[in-house]
């Protein structure tokens, strides 16, 4: 080779190396700061252990016993008691009365109360006249009057009649006289009724009809009677009521 290929050779290789000195270094690029908060290392999490999950236990419901409860007895719808009855007994038989309540009710309650005391026991049908009454009540056998209560007010406005069986109260001409004597009508005794003998005349006080025992007081009706003293039409042979009493 030639000198001058050298040379060529030689300059080439020193004008690259100055080319490569010439070049400026890299530019160091700061980095980013990273925050505090991410900056603390994190620990990695575990995985959740998988637990399975216990099927919930199953309801069952029991059935409901529901205790037999015993019907209950049937209604037994009572009867009602009725009026009063009162059985008399006297030494000619036995007489049952039922008594009008409704009707003539200061007559009952005060007849009712003699019955209480017992004060009818041993007293006598002291008149009887035959298809008229049989009246009694307030004598003693020997023909003494027994006391009694006070007298009561008349309820012959009551509407009922005098007719055969039924008992009324006696009195005197005072129409609110009557005490304890009674008589139960033999006949059909309607001119002792009220308003009978003139228009609003005071009556006999119906309180009661006989039930049973109509034959016991016809057989009163018929026995032989006479005077004893100032009293009249009174049974030669005594006849006793030995008691009344309520009957129901």
């Known amino acids: 080779m030639t000198r001058r290929?050298?040379?060529?050779?030689?300059v080439a290789l020193l004008v690259f190396l100055a080319a490569c000195g010439s070049q400026p270094e890299p530019e160091t690029v700061a980095e980013p700061e990273i925050p505090v908060e991410e900056a603390v290392e994190v620990e990695a999490e575990e995985p959740e252990e998988e637990v399975a999950e216990e099927p919930e236990p199953e309801v069952v419901e029991e059935p409901v016993?529901?205790?037999?409860?015993?019907?209950?007895?049937?209604?037994?719808?009572?009867?009602p008691a009725g009026p009063p009855v009162v059985v008399m007994e006297t030494s000619m038989g036995t007489v049952r009365i039922e008594l009008f309540e409704y009707?003539?009710?200061?007559?009952?309650?005060?007849?009712?109360?003699?019955?209480?005391?017992?004060?009818?026991?041993?007293t006598i049908f002291h008149r009887v006249i035959t298809?008229?009454?049989?009246?009694?009540?307030?004598?003693n056998p020997d023909m003494t009057?027994?006391?009694?209560?006070?007298?009561?007010?008349?309820e012959s406005r009551d509407g009922e009649t005098n007719a055969r069986g039924?008992?009324?109260?006696?009195?005197t001409g005072d129409p609110h006289s009557a005490t304890a004597q009674f008589f139960i009508n033999?006949?059909?005794n309607r001119m002792l009724d009220f308003g009978a003998r003139s228009p609003g005349s005071w009556g006999y006080a119906v309180f009661g009809r006989v039930v049973e025992g109509m034959d016991v007081v016809?057989?009163?009706?018929v026995v032989p009677t006479g005077n004893s003293g100032r009293y009249q039409n009174v049974p030669v042979g005594t006849v006793t009521i030995n008691s009344i009493r309520l009957g129901n």
């Open 5 to 10: 290929y050298y040379f060529v050779l030689a």
């Open 65 to 79: 016993v529901v205790a037999e409860v015993p019907a209950p007895p049937p209604v037994v719808e009572t009867a």
């Open 103 to 122: 009707k003539a009710p200061k007559s009952v309650e005060n007849f009712l109360a003699y019955v209480d005391d017992k004060y009818y026991d041993g």
């Open 131 to 139: 298809d008229f009454m049989i009246q009694g009540g307030g004598f």
């Open 145 to 154: 009057e027994k006391n009694s209560r006070a007298p009561i007010e008349n």
């Open 166 to 171: 039924t008992i009324a109260m006696a009195r």
């Open 186 to 188: 033999h006949g059909n």
């Open 218 to 221: 016809d057989a009163i009706a």
